[in-house]
């Protein structure tokens, strides 16, 4: 299985990385910056900012180049996690450049990898998200994250209804707090927040899709 993990450089998106690869997949990582270390197994770094249309075009490229197929797309990196600001007085430079990573890069990208996930026998998508999306429970405060995830999970719905005939199982999926350099201390470990995401990731082909979901138990809208 050939899979591609954005923000796959640290925190949550490593640690998905590692855990595919422990289960078997080649895994492109992609991030912005290099990474320090060997995380082990069949992983292959790519550069790859998801605001970049020219990375996001060459990354596309390169895995239909080398594989043929993508059966995997992990939009994970996120951005701004604005918790000094409230929406009625919030800085709409800030709102704007979440959005550019946390959902015009997971949308331009899941376009881009279209037709390689098309080619898979058992195709995937899993969009990172939060809790803190879910508008049954949302209060104020920290709004471009907030408002920019509430859009990615619709982008969830929207996909999966569109791509259900072609077989594409499309899920978000809230890691919980976990203790990762946006998250803080005091959070889960990575490891099992990062479960969640790669229990998605290899659902079996009757599994959910367009649903929202915290260690495969579904949350509210």
Not at 88 to 93: E, K, S, T, V, W
Not at 161 to 177: F, K, S
Request: hydrophobic fraction near 45%; aromatic fraction near 4%; glycine fraction near 12%.
């Amino acid at each position: 299985m050939i899979a591609l993990v954005t923000g796959g450089n640290r925190g949550i998106g490593r640690e998905v990385c590692r855990q595919l690869a422990e289960l078997g997949h080649t895994v492109l990582l992609g991030s912005r910056s290099p990474i320090a270390e060997e995380l082990g197994g069949d992983i292959v770094p790519l550069r790859l900012d998801v605001t970049s249309a020219a990375d996001i075009a060459q990354v596309a490229a390169t895995v239909a180049e080398r594989y043929g197929r993508l059966d995997v797309l992990v939009n994970n990196a996120a951005i701004a996690y604005d918790t000094w600001q409230g929406a009625a007085d919030a800085d709409l430079g800030v709102v704007r450049e979440a959005a550019e990573t946390n959902l015009y890069g997971p949308w331009r990208l899941t376009q881009a990898l279209l037709p390689l996930l098309r080619e898979s026998a058992h195709p995937r998508i899993v969009n990172v998200s939060s809790e803190a999306a879910s508008l049954t429970n949302m209060g104020g405060g920290t709004p471009a994250y907030n408002t920019t995830k509430v859009a990615l999970n619709a982008l969830t719905r929207m996909l999966a209804a569109e791509l259900r005939a072609d077989g594409v199982l499309v899920n978000a999926i809230c890691p919980g707090w976990v203790a990762t350099d946006m998250g803080g201390r005091g959070g889960r470990p990575v490891s099992a927040g990062a479960a969640g995401v790669v229990w998605a990731a290899t659902l079996p082909d009757n599994g959910p899709t367009g649903g929202f979901f915290r260690d495969g138990r579904p949350l509210p809208w």
